[in-house]
């Protein structure tokens, strides 16, 4: 695929997450969902996905800044409420749901397409009950500017939509 329509994608989406990339190439590997073959000596030769590395930091990222929200909260210190409230703002739905509600999806792709290009079913990204997507992006805004930039997109971007769209209550 032609480099600078992912660039021109990735502006647009950036525009979307309300973060503006020193390394647009940050969020352009979140986005990929290219398989990779695992080496023999991972153990299996299960596919992986080449954000998977991101999303394993993003993951640690969003679970640390919902549990440093959930205590600064003020409303109640019971460890038992904030593991509740926790779980329900980290759910794998509930990262699927803002993916599809804000239309994030239509820029993940591979190497020949984007989602929003509609390509057939045996050339879609994947995309799941778990799409590793919002965490890939967190982790990459972690690697472009840091907490100074991921703490205040988290609280003002990404906290709202994890409470509108998470699914249990």
Do not use: C
């Not at 979307?16 to 190439?25: A, E, N, V």
């Not at 390509?119 to 100074?148: F, N, R, S």
């Amino acid at each position: 695929m032609d480099q600078s329509r992912i660039e021109k994608e990735m502006h647009e989406l950036e525009t979307k997450l309300g973060h503006t990339f020193k390394d647009i190439s940050l969020l352009s590997n979140a986005m990929k969902s290219q398989k990779l073959e695992k080496l023999p000596d991972d153990g299996d030769n299960q596919k992986e996905y080449s954000n998977e590395a991101l999303a394993f930091l993003g993951d640690t990222i969003i679970k640390f800044l919902i549990a440093e929200y959930l205590y600064g909260d003020g409303n109640n210190k019971r460890k038992g409420a904030m593991t509740v409230k926790k779980s329900r703002l980290e759910e794998n739905p509930t990262m699927h749901n803002i993916m599809i509600k804000e239309e994030l999806i239509s820029y993940a792709y591979h190497d020949t397409h984007f989602v929003m290009d509609n390509p057939p079913d045996h050339l879609k990204v994947a995309t799941k009950k778990h799409d590793p997507y919002i965490e890939a992006i967190t982790a990459a805004i972690y690697k472009d500017g840091g907490w100074e930039a991921v703490t205040p997109w988290f609280n003002n971007w990404l906290l709202p939509r994890l409470e509108r769209y998470s699914i249990s209550d």
